[in-house]
């Protein structure tokens, strides 16, 4: 049994679509999710009756709770997506951040190591499915960000797994010291790690705070589109199932101890991207004619800058691809019409996640932004 934290988020839910729509996978999984304003569980409705499948509502900040499923569910591995997550929201409120993302990785290491100290000091001959897990099989995989680097000069190469952390929000120094605890447990307490850091994600079930989906449904509903600044952040955009392939392979095969990371060789300027899925919107959801505008783009409009925005992420993924002859399957085009597809097809999972916490963040974090009289954000 592979246990996931966060497996009801958006990451974390793909990977677990992933692991059991893969037919050469037939191990269960076990789904840890707090099931927060991010975490949905319709996010796994395709599997939820899979014979596989297992799901235990849990908060990483409850460290008995954490203990006692961990040594009654006894996975051979622990893969720890569970964070709080968006940058806007560690502004404004970080202290959810250290509580999760800090306070909860080190109760997650702790309950995985004492379960690791019970675990038979055997060869790797036992077989995975059945038999006790050894301490050889056990692997502790945590899910991170390229956000920890900091930002990167426009001609500066991508981030190595030996670039020095520089994190520039709550939330990229909140990841940044989970990364540093799960290393720690691995060379202190010999706990078998593996760390990914990965650039921005797209595709399926993102819930609609972050740039991609916010653009999309904003445009959909002919909503203001904020742009930040002058929109030329510069990102490195992977679609989530060329993550996911990564992570199985990271898991599968990744040197304990080591850090792999993840990018889909794919930099953009905010506001290109957000022009991009503007013209795939014109292709798949054409505007009628009674429409206040012609082109979905005439609903882009600039915002004041966040606090400490960072200008450039670029990730150098070649120690992965080195080692697993991985690379990115999806081209940003390819993702974008699928992603943009995907929301235009589920459009009640929107409907259901768009309830009164989530309006109310997005009138807190933009309507101030917009200039009276113009469309505001919803």
């Known amino acids: 049994m592979i246990l996931i934290t966060g497996g009801a988020g958006f990451i974390g839910s793909n990977f677990v679509l992933h692991l059991l729509n893969n037919e050469a996978v037939s191990e269960k999984i076990l789904v840890l999710d707090n099931l927060t304003y991010a975490g949905n569980m319709s996010n796994l409705s395709a599997i939820s009756s899979n014979a596989n499948f297992n799901f235990e509502k849990c908060d990483i900040n409850n460290a008995l709770a954490l203990k006692e499923i961990i040594r009654r569910y006894k996975p051979r591995a622990v893969i ?8 806007d929201r560690s502004i404004k409120g970080p202290s959810k951040f250290i509580e999760t993302n800090i306070t909860g990785t080190f109760n997650l290491l702790e309950a995985s190591y004492e379960y690791f100290l019970t675990l038979d000091n055997g060869t790797n001959n036992t077989k995975k499915s059945g038999a006790q897990i050894t301490k050889k099989q056990f692997r502790f995989l945590h899910v991170s960000t390229d956000e920890v680097y900091g930002s990167l000069e426009p001609n500066e190469p991508g981030f190595s797994e030996n670039h020095p952390y520089k994190p520039n929000s709550p939330y990229a120094a909140s990841k940044a010291s989970s990364d540093f605890l799960v290393r720690a447990w691995n060379k202190t307490y010999n706990l078998p790690t593996l760390i990914s850091n990965c650039s921005n994600n797209f595709g399926p079930y993102q819930f609609p705070e972050k740039l991609i989906p916010l653009v999309i449904l904003n445009a ?3 909503h203001a589109i904020p742009i930040y600044g002058d929109g030329k952040q510069i990102r490195d955009w992977l679609y989530v199932e060329d993550h996911c392939r990564a992570l199985f392979l990271i898991l599968d095969k990744g040197v304990i101890g ?6 889909g060789n794919c930099e953009f300027q905010n506001i290109e991207l957000v022009k991009k899925i503007c013209l795939i919107l014109n292709d798949l959801l054409p505007l009628k004619d009674s429409a206040k505008i012609t082109q979905y783009h005439e609903l882009i409009q600039f915002i004041d800058d966040r606090p400490g925005h960072d200008k450039r992420y670029a990730v150098d993924n070649q120690k992965l691809k080195n080692a697993f ?51 505001e954000s919803s």
């Not at 720890?80 to 940058?87: D, K, R």
């Not at 009640?348 to 309507?367: A, G, L, P, Q, T």
């Open 258 to 263: 080591e850090t792999y990371n993840i990018g």
């Open 220 to 222: 959909m509903d002919h």
């Open 80 to 87: 720890h997506f569970a964070a709080e997550s968006h940058v």
């Open 325 to 375: 002859s991985w690379k990115p399957r999806e081209t940003l085009f390819s993702g974008l019409k699928k992603t943009v597809q995907w929301y235009i097809d589920n459009l009640d999972w929107v409907k259901s996640i768009k309830n009164n916490s989530y309006k109310s963040w997005m009138k807190e974090n933009y309507s101030k932004s917009f200039k009276k009289g113009e469309n």
